[in-house]
T-cell receptor, first 114, second 113 residues
Framework: AQSVTQPDIHITVSEGASLELRCNYS??????LFWYVQSPGQGLQLLLK??????LVQGIKGFEAEFKRSQSSFNLRKPSVHWSDAAEYFC????????????FGKGTHLIIQP | AAGVIQSPRHLIKEKRETATLKCYPI?????VYWYQQGPGQDPQFLIS???????DKGSIPDRFSAQQFSDYHSELNMSSLELGDSALYFC????????????FGEGSRLTVL
């Protein structure tokens, strides 16, 4: 069964500092990997996705993520965070073919300090 | 661009009542997924439909049922509501089954009193 682990429940970062959110996955076949962001009471917005090809993917809002197959990781990064980045971030894994939807990690709550 | 539309956005029910949530996928999307997100939790997969047929089943209680109609919209019916059913219910849609990229609606927040 597929699973996603986000080791950090909360992360606090100063505005302007760099950010890395960790994500490790377990999946038997070729995974599709996603990062979603959720503001309080809102829906899930896709930040970026990895299907194949270049292992460094660029997303919206200045985010990027790197797929490392050897480490089963798909960490999310941003060189300089803004106060508006404060939100809940979910890493998700899906099957190639998308038939079974996505399995989400527990999420990482990002707090931005002024 | 058109997005996934969910209604109602907010719903308050009493215990043991029934509730129906509706989801209108992005035009031409033929696959619909339902997720339940409890307070402070990650979204949990409930059920999915592809071309109006049930595709996969997750942790959906027996008290819940769902279907996808000929126009591809889907409805989640919840009966004998319990306090623990209070959650944000997301619908997501997908075109075809090879992209894997789900587009999520804004969610329907159900509060059971």
């Amino acid at each position: 069964a597929q699973s996603v682990t986000q080791p950090d429940i909360h992360i606090t970062v100063s505005e302007g500092a760099s950010l890395e959110l960790r994500c490790n996955y377990s999946y038997g076949a070729t995974p599709y990997l996603f990062w979603y962001v959720q503001s309080p009471g809102q829906g899930l917005q896709l930040l970026l996705k990895y299907f194949s090809g270049d292992t460094l993917v660029q997303g919206i809002k200045g985010f990027e993520a790197e797929f490392k197959r050897s480490q089963s990781s798909f960490n999310l990064r941003k060189p300089s965070v803004h106060w508006s980045d404060a939100a809940e971030y979910f890493c998700a894994v899906g099957a190639a073919g998308g038939a079974d939807g996505l399995t989400f990690g527990k999420g990482t709550h990002l707090i931005i300090q002024p | 661009a058109a997005g996934v539309i969910q209604s109602p956005r907010h719903l308050i029910k009493e215990k043991r009542e029934t509730a129906t949530l509706k989801c209108y996928p992005i035009p031409r999307h033929d696959t619909v997924y339902w997720y339940q997100q409890g307070p402070g939790q990650d979204p949990q997969f409930l059920i999915s439909f592809y071309e109006k047929m049930q595709s996969d089943k997750g942790s959906i209680p027996d008290r819940f049922s769902a279907q996808q109609f000929s126009d591809y919209h889907s409805e989640l019916n919840m009966s004998s509501l319990e306090l623990g059913d209070s959650a944000l219910y997301f619908c997501a849609s997908l075109f075809g089954r090879n992209t894997g990229e789900l587009f999520f609606g804004e969610g329907s927040r159900l509060t059971v009193l």
